[in-house]
């Protein structure tokens, strides 16, 4: 079984401004969530934003997918880092060179910020993987790209949750497994290809989940928080 954390839902904060993600973040408790910020926010509002939300008491999951040359790449890992992120991502498709550079620079200056990498984009399909010229099958280059982050030394990657079974069969226990297109039972799929529920996810091996919609435009957000962490409840009883 994995070692999953306590409160495994890292809730995606796609809003436009910053004025929007803060008001709905007032509704939320620290305590029971995780916050993901994405490119388009991060864009709009620069660092502040996630210099505001941890000092709210959130852990800031900041999403933006570097993958660059190594030197840049491993700069702007850093960068994230010194602006208060708990966790920020790379693509593993920008090789070992790169995420090997990103992990050291971050422990070079004395972070422990936690570094993962993007397998394949959860919106993605076979043929869709087929026309950038992959010739593994999805679930070969997921596999294939998972063993070289943790052989780069990466603390995870994100992935999608149908295939979090395959990769901890063969992954560390404790190296996460973060997977976004999680659906609950009560919401609807979105544009989300591969998804699962919170309670599959985590029986599955999945350690932390990342919940947008599902939260974010509920009309009662901690109460959807609710009963995602009854299913959550569930899953581990």
Not at 2 to 21: K, M
Not at 46 to 60: C, D, M, R, S, Y
Not at 88 to 99: L, T
Request: hydrophobic share 45%.
């Amino acid at each position: 079984m994995s070692l999953h954390p306590e409160n495994p839902v890292i809730v995606a904060l796609d809003y436009a401004d910053a004025a929007q993600a803060l008001a709905f973040v007032d509704q939320l408790e620290p305590g029971r969530c995780q916050l993901k910020v994405g490119k388009e926010l991060f864009t709009r509002s620069g660092p502040a934003i996630v210099e505001t939300l941890t000092k709210k008491g959130f852990n800031v999951f900041l999403d933006l997918k570097f993958h660059d040359i190594p030197n840049t790449t491993a700069q702007a890992v850093l960068a994230a880092a010194d602006c208060g992120a708990w966790m920020v991502n790379v693509h593993a498709s920008g090789g070992r060179p790169m995420m090997e550079e990103s992990v050291k620079r971050l422990r070079d200056n004395g972070h422990n910020t936690l570094l993962i990498a993007v397998t394949v984009l959860t919106s993605m399909n076979e043929q869709q993987l087929k026309e950038t010229g992959v010739n593994y099958s999805l679930r070969e280059q997921v596999l294939h790209l998972a063993s070289l982050t943790e052989q780069s030394g990466l603390d995870g990657v994100v992935c999608s949750a149908q295939e979090a079974l395959m990769l901890r069969e063969v992954l560390p226990l404790d190296f996460k497994l973060v997977t976004p297109g999680i659906r609950p039972s009560f919401a609807e799929k979105g544009d989300q290809m591969r998804i699962v529920t919170p309670a599959q996810a985590l029986k599955d091996g999945s350690d932390y989940l990342v919940i947008g919609r599902p939260i974010t435009k509920a009309e009662d957000p901690m109460q959807a928080l609710a009963l995602i962490e009854a299913e959550i409840r569930a899953a581990r009883s």
